[in-house]
């Protein structure tokens, strides 16, 4: 799959919507989902500074850097 970590985020976030119907309700344990929700989605805003770590003990991972040869200031 080839995204951008905002798309892989959109994707989680999507997935964890669409795949806990019950996470919406009243009790205190859907309020932390909502929250978790809402601080996902301030990451993939750029609201909350965040590392990203990839553990690819395949190498099946490829980051593009657009300035290549120079280095990306933002990765």
């Not at 996470?23 to 965040?50: I, W």
């Amino acid at each position: 799959m080839y995204t951008t970590i905002e798309g892989l985020l959109d994707k989680i976030i999507t997935h964890l919507e669409d795949t806990n119907p019950f996470g919406k309700g009243d009790s205190d344990t859907n309020k932390l989902f909502v929250e978790f929700l809402s601080n996902l989605k301030k990451l993939m805003a750029g609201e909350r500074p965040f590392t990203l770590v990839l553990d690819d003990p395949l190498s099946n991972c490829f980051i593009y850097n657009p300035l290549a040869p120079k280095d990306d200031p933002q990765i």
